[in-house]
């Protein structure tokens, strides 16, 4: 039962929020006074064209020292409200700026010179900066370098993009959201989602899976701590920024996006046939076809066949957007609908979303609306289902001779679960609606400063329902033993679950040059509030599946199994950030940021996070100022701090009761008012570059962290002083440290033909530090921790990995496979020689075999355009890991082959069970694939009163891969808690098929 208690927490700087209230209303007033907005002195228009004299369609055009712009239509056409003696500034990507003063005269012209150096704008937290200017560790990624294909998450746009940017996909499974690490696991229980920053909008991973993927403009991913400790106590695991598409100004624009893919499973486990099944149990003995404990019925089942179909997944999105120079707005609609390979598993997300942007106040105000609503409907039918297929026996049949499911009652001694009638009539899934809003008000002041406003509101209501009748034949479904529990037939469980996440921030930013100085300030003061609520209910006997919505027509309801809850979270923060540079080659960027949590104890509610870079433009000194080999050359180095709060729930550092089942109530958890923020220190040198002219241009960073005041939750402690044996805990370190190297040539540029050369290579290792330290003056902890292994029956586990103390995270710690019997029992090597067999969890008959987490990571991302054909290739692999393969194991056990099937090389094996965790099934978990091949075709612009251009595209996702592992496909979720590196089976990985169509209308 979930132990979940109201209790009256007090954060620092957070009792008192009449501020927030007094600052929501002026920014109201604000958006009332929209329609008041002021006339202009001076309506100014012009062309921004290129040296050929054609119209720049996109390019910015601002009034310098203001946050007052436009853009230009498709023909590089602006209009914009100026006075007199106002420079105006157009600026475009691949162009140098250019400044322009307003006259008398109402046409102003530009007129822009190309630069060597492209010159990007990079989201940087809560500003925003040209990439020459960047101080700190930042990976940039635009749309026209996104994957393409079926992209059903933004994060599979952009896997193997950039370096030390980890994303990996388990599986295919509808709707599940793919884990990204950035540089490695650093932390525990703590946590190792990066945060995700949508147009301001903070969240966790879920926030991905409400944007389109084709409405995303830019990523930018912070990854070291001079860069991710703006964002304080939530940055310790990187940040991730992401800026959707807008409006601009000019003519309306509509564009319809569509994507249509077929899958099919790329790999599999080979089995036993019936024959070759019947071949070897009646080898050992073991055939019955006929009578008490028959095992051979006659049938002939491919089971996988049963249970999977061709997956097809649609992607629809429909967008159209325009302006003037003083409002603009994009609005879209997207459709992403999945049918999963396995029968019965489905995704359907909808989503809408709106978005503008208001001058007014003579352009001094401008106002940003951001609305955004989505609706998911899942299916589940994931790994659970899929794995029951391997081991259910090609003999039995679905369906009996009267058309009911069959179900062999010898199994094992119990009912058995017929894996197409579970597949097909289990109810399983939830229905998600997910809205979440912002409004944002950028006051000019004076020239240089401006105020800003930033309000989001963000609300997910979810509804999970799941029930197990008697017609999907399992135990749960048919309540066996009948004999004991005639009237539960049947179980229910609904569940309802409600988050409320609040933030509002103040921001002054200011920019001032004199002479050859450069200097912005920026001032944060920022406050977030999170609140969740929900209850789950389980009911037994429903003979009816449509009476299961009703848990309380339930003939059983047992109070351990209902439960509900309410907390919430709240983080109070200031920021003072300064970025200067002198004569643009030596700049320096310094932040410190305060949070106060209300998760923590008593005695550490607050935390600052202080962060420092510097950089050299080398390029601009004198001696290499006009050498025109080297087009750029930047040193970077930076120190900073973040902090980690990921893995605590609220009321952690509380002792709490629940009941004890007798009317009283006895400790659920101990106290601990020392309870605070794992802390990450991280060292960054890095090196941009750019020889030939621009033609080969990359990156190189190498840093070092240390996580420091470990969150984890089961620290052991003595009872007494302490009520409870365990309790959270901060104690133990991490040593981080890797290499990342990206590259970009552009081997061919001409204008019928570009062929681009990218890619990317990351080593990173974790070591584990230290794994004790003391709690309340009291010393927890030990040299290892167990971190996960296989079942070897139900209930029962078997440790192989392990946190060691001068070893990485997820260590394998196993016994050395000798063979086997004749009689299939497992050998196992007497390594201390004492001529006994340890098989507990630090037994000297093990050694170190490996660690779960590849010493290296790479991805070659080559591009061919040729006049209008183009071609994206994503290679992807890494390597120095092992997979402990749990799931080939299980499947090679000869111990119950009567009842169950085993891959077609078991017999071969001869391994009867699993009595020690041995590297036999330890394996090479490295790789090479061609993750995504994009082929494409422009057909051009269009002599159209309607139609501008469009262009198809066919994709193969999981072209091929070469790898030593024997299982369904080496790449395992990542996410850095016990069992990372194990295969205990998973949903399979697909190879899809797809084609693409974009229009663009007038």
């Not at 302006?323 to 707005?329: C, D, E, K, Q, W």
């Not at 401008?366 to 955004?372: E, F």
């Not at 081997?747 to 230290?770: H, M, S, W």
Request: glycine fraction near 12%; charged fraction near 20%; hydrophobic fraction near 35%.
């Amino acid at each position: 039962m979930k132990k979940h208690y109201l209790t009256n927490v007090s954060v620092q700087s957070t009792s008192d929020m009449g501020w927030h209230r007094w600052l929501w209303g002026v920014l109201m007033m604000a958006v009332l006074a929209l329609p008041l907005s002021a006339q202009a002195q001076q309506n100014i228009s012009g062309t921004v064209k290129d040296a050929k004299g054609e119209g720049l369609p996109g390019a910015s055009v601002v009034i310098k020292g203001t946050t007052r712009g436009t853009s230009t239509d498709v023909d590089g056409k602006y209009q914009i409200s100026a006075t007199a003696g106002e420079i105006l500034v157009a600026t475009l990507t691949g162009y140098k700026p250019k400044e322009m003063t307003v006259g008398a005269e109402a046409v102003v012209d530009f007129s822009l010179e190309e630069d060597g150096l492209l010159e990007e704008v990079v989201v940087v937290g809560y500003t925003s900066s040209d990439r020459k200017d960047v101080t700190g560790s930042v990976s940039s990624i635009g749309s026209k370098d996104f994957n393409g294909g079926p992209i059903t998450n933004p994060l599979q746009q952009i896997s193997g993009r950039a370096a030390g940017v980890n994303i990996t996909q388990a599986g295919s499974e509808p709707g599940a959201t793919p884990t990204v690490r950035i540089r490695g696991i650093t932390s525990l229980s703590g946590g190792n989602d990066p945060l995700v920053v949508v147009d301001g909008i903070q969240g966790n991973m879920d926030l991905l899976k409400q944007i389109p993927p084709s409405e995303i403009e830019t990523f930018d991913i912070l990854k070291d701590a001079s860069a991710t400790a703006v964002y304080g106590s939530r940055g310790a695991a990187g940040v991730i920024l992401i800026t959707t598409k807008k409006g601009k100004a000019g003519k309306t624009t509509m564009e319809y996006n569509a994507v249509v893919s077929f899958e099919t499973i790329a790999r599999s486990y080979e089995m036993l046939s019936a024959d070759q099944w019947r071949a070897e149990t009646q080898k050992r003995g073991l055939l019955v076809s006929s009578g008490a404990g028959r095992n051979d019925f006659g049938a002939n089942t491919d089971w996988e066949d049963q249970l999977t179909r061709t997956g097809i997944t649609q992607n629809h999105n429909l967008a159209f957007g325009g302006g003037t120079s003083n409002f603009n707005y994009r609005a879209s609609f997207t459709a992403i609908l999945q049918d999963g390979l396995v029968i019965n598993s489905k995704n359907q997300n909808y989503t809408a979303r709106i978005q503008a942007t208001q001058r007014a106040l003579n352009n001094k105000l401008g106002l940003t609306y951001n609305v955004n609503v989505t609706n998911t409907t899942n299916n589940f039918n994931g790994p659970g289902s899929y794995q029951r297929i391997f081991g259910f026996r090609p003999t039995d049949p679905v369906f009996n001779t009267d058309g009911s499911y069959f179900v062999p009652g010898d199994k094992f001694g119990g009912a058995s679960t017929n894996p197409y009638a579970f597949a097909k009539e289990i109810i399983d899934g939830d229905k998600t609606d997910n809205m979440f809003g912002s409004v944002r008000a950028d006051y000019d002041i004076i020239e240089g400063l401006t105020a800003s406003v930033f309000g989001s509101w963000r609300r997910i209501n979810r509804n999970y329902g799941r029930f197990e009748g008697t017609a999907t034949t399992s135990p749960e479904g048919l309540a066996i033993p009948l004999a004991t529990r005639p009237n539960e037939r049947g179980v229910a469980t609904q569940e309802a679950n409600y988050t409320d996440e609040r933030l509002f921030n103040f921001i002054l930013n200011y920019k001032k040059s004199f002479g050859n100085h450069n200097l912005e300030t920026t001032f944060v003061n920022e406050w977030q509030k999170q609140t969740y609520s929900g209850f789950r209910q389980l009911g037994r006997g429903f003979a009816d599946p449509n009476a299961y919505n009703n848990i309380l027509l339930a003939n059983t309801l047992l109070p351990r199994e209902q439960s509900s809850y309410k907390n919430d979270r709240v983080l109070s923060s200031f920021l003072l950030r300064a970025n200067y540079s002198f004569m643009g080659k030596y700049m320096a960027t310094v932040s410190v940021r305060r949070d106060a949590s209300s998760v923590f104890g008593a005695n550490y509610k607050t935390a600052v996070f202080p962060s420092a870079s510097l950089a050299w433009a080398i390029k601009e000194e004198g001696f290499l100022k006009d050498n025109n080999f080297v087009s750029d050359l930047k040193l970077r180095v930076g120190y900073g701090v973040t902090g980690n709060q990921q893995g605590i729930s609220p009321q952690q550092s509380l002792l709490l009761v629940e009941p004890d089942g007798a009317g009283g109530y006895t400790v659920a958890r101990n106290a601990n008012p020392d309870l605070r923020w794992e802390t990450r220190r991280m060292f960054n040198t890095g090196l941009d570059f750019g020889l030939m002219d621009g033609k080969l241009t990359g990156s190189l960073d190498f840093y070092t962290g240390n996580t420091e005041d470990l969150l984890f939750s089961g620290y052991n402690v003595p009872t007494p002083p302490f009520p409870i044996p365990t309790i959270t805990a901060n104690a133990g370190k991490l040593f981080n440290q890797g290499l990342e190297i990206a590259l970009n040539y552009k081997l061919i540029d001409t204008k019928d033909l570009q062929v681009n050369l990218a890619g990317n290579f990351t080593t990173n290792r974790t070591r584990v530090v230290e794994l004790a330290g003391k709690v309340l003056n009291i010393e927890v902890g030990r040299d290892s921790v167990a971190w996960g292994g296989f079942e070897v029956a139900p209930g029962t586990g078997v440790n192989s990995a392990y946190l060691i103390k001068g070893q990485p995270i997820g260590t394998f710690l196993v016994h050395q496979h000798a063979g086997t019997d004749d009689a299939g029992n497992q050998l196992i090597v007497d390594r201390n020689g004492d001529g006994i067999i340890d098989g507990g969890d630090l037994s000297k008959d093990r050694y170190v075999a490996g660690q779960a987490l590849p010493k290296f990571t790479y991805a070659f991302t080559p591009s061919i355009i040729y006049k209008r054909l183009s071609a994206n290739f994503v290679f992807r692999g890494s390597h120095g890991n092992k997979i402990y393969n749990a799931r080939r194991l299980q499947l090679s056990s000869l111990t119950n082959i009567g009842q169950v099937n085993v891959l077609a090389d078991a017999p071969e094996l001869n391994f009867l069970k699993a009595t020690y965790p041995s590297d036999l099934w330890l394996e090479n978990g490295g790789f090479f694939r061609l993750d995504n091949l994009t082929l494409g075709y422009d057909l051009g612009n269009f002599n159209s009163k309607y139609l501008q251009n469009a262009r198809l595209s066919f994709t193969v996702n999981n072209v091929f891969i070469i790898t030593q592992y024997k299982g369904i496909d080496p790449e395992l979720s990542m996410g850095g808690g016990g069992g990372t590196g194990i295969d205990n089976g998973i949903y399979p990985r697909t190879r899809n098929f797809a084609i693409g169509l974009n229009i663009n209308l007038k």
